[in-house]
């Protein structure tokens, strides 16, 4: 409803946020044709998909701080380090059932010691607790590791001990997805769900 020219644009991060940011234009166009008649045809802005990005150079790490890092959070030779960061929350961000259901499974079928490190927050004591006990339900055989997301140091350690990373997003707010680019900087493999945002990273 505002004076737009040809020029002004809305960037969108991904096909998902587009998608949405169509259907809330539609509804409105909707509304106003039936408030005001169906000759009204407001200015639409562009709608560029530009995604975000990451300094790679943030997430180049040499061999001696991969040997720092690993030592710093327990990792023994040959221990597999799968990676999740973001926040540490089954009902905003990814349920992690299916996270620790499926590295046992890798444990299991290959033999490897595994580890997980879950580098994020909690957002309270409750949360923390259900994802400590479902770590030790759902896989026993994998070690668990939480690092404080909130930590800068804690955060570079994550990225440079990892082997893979792991983020089974399942909830309606990933509109991008930042980790798995990280991740891709930091040459790592990655395991994310084809959902929302995800699709694009």
């Keep these: 409803t505002q004076a737009l020219m040809p020029w002004d644009a809305l960037i969108c991060t991904s096909q998902a946020v587009l998608t949405t940011v169509?259907?809330?234009?539609?509804?409105?166009?909707e509304y106003l044709a039936w408030r005001f008649g169906q000759a009204v045809r407001p200015r639409l802005p562009q709608l560029p998909v530009i995604p975000l990005g990451?300094?790679?150079?943030?997430?180049?790490?040499?061999?001696?701080e991969r040997r720092v890092a690993r030592a710093a959070l327990c990792?023994?030779?040959?221990?597999?380090?799968?990676?999740?960061?973001?926040?540490?929350s089954f009902h905003a961000k990814a349920h992690p059932h299916a996270m620790y259901a499926?590295?046992?499974?890798?444990?299991?079928?290959?033999?490897?010691?595994?580890a997980l490190i879950q580098c994020g927050w909690f957002a309270n004591d409750s949360i923390g607790a259900a994802f400590t006990q479902g770590a030790?339900?759902?896989?026993?055989?994998v070690r668990a590791i939480f690092a404080d997301g909130r930590v800068a140091t804690a955060r570079d350690q994550a990225w440079a001990a990892a082997d893979i990373f792991v983020s089974l997003s399942d909830n309606i707010q990933e509109t991008f997805g930042l980790a798995p680019v990280e991740a891709m900087a930091a040459g790592l493999p990655v395991v994310a769900t084809d959902w929302n945002g995800y699709k694009d990273t």
């Design 22 to 29: 169509r259907v809330i234009l539609a509804a409105e166009h």
């Design 54 to 64: 990451v300094h790679t150079g943030d997430f180049a790490f040499t061999e001696e």
């Design 75 to 88: 990792l023994a030779e040959g221990e597999v380090a799968a990676l999740f960061v973001g926040p540490l």
């Design 102 to 114: 499926g590295l046992e499974a890798a444990a299991q079928q290959t033999g490897k010691k595994v």
């Design 136 to 141: 030790a339900r759902y896989a026993p055989s």
